[in-house]
């Protein structure tokens, strides 16, 4: 422990313990998931930020290690800790520069707002030295004037590599790839068992694996169609949960930009059409199920059943209406009487 701490304060961090960990100090191979709560203070004591009390509530931290993190002290010191253990690091401000960009980007998480929101046309470097604000005072002030910043952290978990699923964001483009036929199967298996929202949750994160990498390619290149095939069945069975959902509107954009697309999807058009007859568009409907039979006509039966089912409903609204409003412009009825209380 002594070596490692003299290791740390040649490289301008100075550990304090504050309570010992448990068990053998982990070797922390790359891929390794680390969970954690930090407390981010200014040498004087004034904390900027509390995993513990951010944004209302108490999330820690959560790390891959070995994915180029951009605030890399972090890394550094928690390879010096056990699990279970507290400590706080002084570190100087080389290790701290990048500290406003990656607190705006928490900050950010724990209120549901985009992380990159501010960051997007410049490098964290070029940021760091410009005069756009980052929206809270305390940071900026920070970032016109790097100086030395001190992290408690308790480390709460430390995970192996192959013992945790790894979230979307930290996998790399091969593992996203490897994972989405896993996800989708997952999906399936869901569906099977009734588990809808379970089952639209599992098709929507395979689906945002696949644009992830879609984005990474020039629209109509080989590897963007290839990668569109791989997303359009994902996203017909999350139009199918959100059928079940009743969310029909939904339905009908995701339907209508895979029409666009695929001209010959007989699955996007049979949805579609089953979304327009949910909400009353009968035209849009007859010219959906009209184009199923085009495209396969082996589906008859089920879109006779279809278009019975909606002539049934519209039939049923109708009378409901016819009945709402019956008597109401009778002039043959007596006027209302009226009455004093």
């Keep these: 422990m002594e070596e490692e701490a003299r290791r740390l304060l040649a490289e301008g961090i100075s550990k304090k313990l504050i309570s010992p960990g448990k068990g053998q100090l982990s070797p922390f191979p790359d891929g390794t998931k680390v969970v954690f709560h930090y407390r981010t203070s200014l040498c004087d004591g004034t904390v900027l930020d509390d995993s513990r009390n951010t944004g209302g509530c108490s999330k820690p931290m959560e790390l891959i ?3 180029k993190f951009k605030l890399a002290v972090w890394e550094r010191v928690i390879i010096s800790m056990r699990e279970g253990e507290i400590a706080e690091f002084t570190c100087d401000a080389k290790h701290t520069a990048l500290y406003p960009l990656v607190s705006q980007s928490l900050r950010n998480i724990s209120i549901g707002k985009d992380p ?21 005072k305390d940071l900026d002030h920070l970032q016109a004037n790097p ?16 013992s945790f699923q790894l979230d979307v964001w930290a996998m790399t483009d091969e593992e996203k790839l490897a994972f989405v036929p896993h996800i989708h199967e997952e999906g399936n298996m869901l569906f099977k068992q009734g588990r809808i929202q379970e089952a639209t949750d599992k098709y929507y994160n395979g689906i945002a694996c696949l644009k992830n990498l879609q984005m ?52 996007a058009f049979y949805k579609r059409a089953k979304a327009h007859a949910a909400v009353w568009n009968e035209t849009e409907a007859r010219a959906d199920f009209a184009k199923v039979l085009e495209l396969d006509p082996s589906l008859g039966p089920s879109v006779t059943k279809e278009l019975r089912a909606m002539q049934d409903r519209i039939r049923t609204k109708e009378k409901e209406e016819k009945g709402r409003y019956k008597g109401l412009f009778n002039y043959n009825s007596p006027p209302p009487t009226a009455t004093t209380g």
């Excluded at 990159?116 to 470097?125: A, D, N, W």
């Excluded at 290149?221 to 509107?249: R, S």
């Design 147 to 162: 100086q030395p910043l001190v992290f408690a952290i308790e480390l709460m978990e430390v995970l192996p590599p192959g």
């Design 116 to 136: 990159l929101e501010g960051q997007r046309h410049c490098c964290g470097i070029a940021q760091i030295h410009s005069h756009h604000s980052l929206g809270h």
């Design 216 to 267: 990474k390619e020039h629209p109509g290149d080989e590897a963007w169609i290839k990668l569109d095939h791989m997303i359009t069945p994902l996203l017909l069975n999350y139009c199918q949960c959100k059928l079940l959902q009743g969310h029909y509107y939904e339905v009908i954009e995701h339907c209508s930009s895979l029409t666009f697309k695929y001209e010959d999807n007989v699955k």
């Design 65 to 67: 290690l070995g994915k």
